[in-house]
């Protein structure tokens, strides 16, 4: 179940942010992106439920909530591509063609696999861990949108912290397939120019983890 006070916090977040510019009235393109496609559907959570299943119910309500939110002239849009290409240049263009002013990337985490614990259900094996818990946040960190996706990062991250929500630090860990670059440990922003969603929006952008789908009580 979604917890209504993560999503509602962060649709505020993401309305006041997308809104803060210096010219009323505000006219803003909030973008949602569900993360992964059928064809690579991410992580797989302690019960056994694709990753793409959480994205897609946490962006369309998310979308809801937002479309209930922002002021008039304020739009929303989800979208998802069932694009096999690994290279998401379709998935690129898709956001780019969109116009936003503000792209969301929803994704939920996992851990590496050295801190999976395996389990058999009803003859199916299943992997948890109680390793990591928490939201996480990307921004690109080299390119002309870095300052303005940063800024909607800290508002997001300030107001899930608001709300009793923490983020994981994990992804910072020295080990093979993390020792991401951490920008502020307390919000749980990271830097994200090794994702291309980020690397080449020419819009802000961040992408978040909404929490650790490996761990069973963050599912």
């Known amino acids: 179940m979604i917890d209504r006070r993560r999503l509602l916090a962060l649709a505020a977040a993401l309305a006041a942010t997308a809104c803060s510019g210096p010219v009323p009235p505000c006219v803003s393109r909030i973008v949602v992106d569900v993360g992964h496609t059928p064809d690579a559907p991410g992580a797989t959570s302690a019960s056994g439920i694709d990753e793409l299943t959480f994205n897609r119910r946490?962006?369309?309500?998310?979308?809801?909530?937002?479309?209930?939110?922002?002021?008039?002239?304020?739009?929303s849009t989800v979208i998802e591509t069932a694009d096999p290409d690994?290279?998401?240049?379709?998935?690129?263009?898709?956001?780019a063609a969109a116009e936003p002013s503000l792209i969301l990337s929803v994704h939920h985490d996992s851990v590496?696999?050295?801190?999976?614990?395996?389990?058999?259900?009803?003859?199916?094996?299943?992997?948890?861990?109680?390793?990591?818990?928490g939201f996480s946040l990307f921004v690109p960190a080299d390119t002309a949108v870095a300052a303005d996706s940063l800024r909607a990062a800290e508002s997001i991250a300030d107001a899930?912290?608001?709300?009793?929500?923490?983020?994981?630090?994990?992804?910072?860990?020295?080990?093979d397939g993390e020792n991401r670059r951490l920008l502020d440990p307390a919000r749980g922003i990271y830097a994200g120019d090794f994702l291309k969603i980020l690397r080449t929006a020419t819009a802000p952008a961040v992408l978040l983890e909404v929490g650790v789908i490996k761990n069973p009580a963050e599912e």
Not at 58 to 75: C, I, K, Q, T, V
Not at 86 to 95: G, N, Q, Y
Not at 112 to 133: F, K, M, P
Request: proline share 6%.
């Open 86 to 95: 690994p290279r998401l240049d379709r998935r690129v263009a898709a956001l």
């Open 58 to 75: 946490f962006a369309r309500r998310l979308g809801r909530a937002l479309d209930m939110l922002l002021p008039s002239g304020g739009s």
């Open 112 to 133: 590496q696999e050295r801190y999976l614990i395996r389990r058999t259900v009803d003859g199916r094996e299943l992997t948890q861990t109680d390793a990591a818990a």
């Open 160 to 175: 899930l912290l608001a709300v009793g929500e923490r983020p994981s630090r994990h992804h910072a860990e020295p080990v």
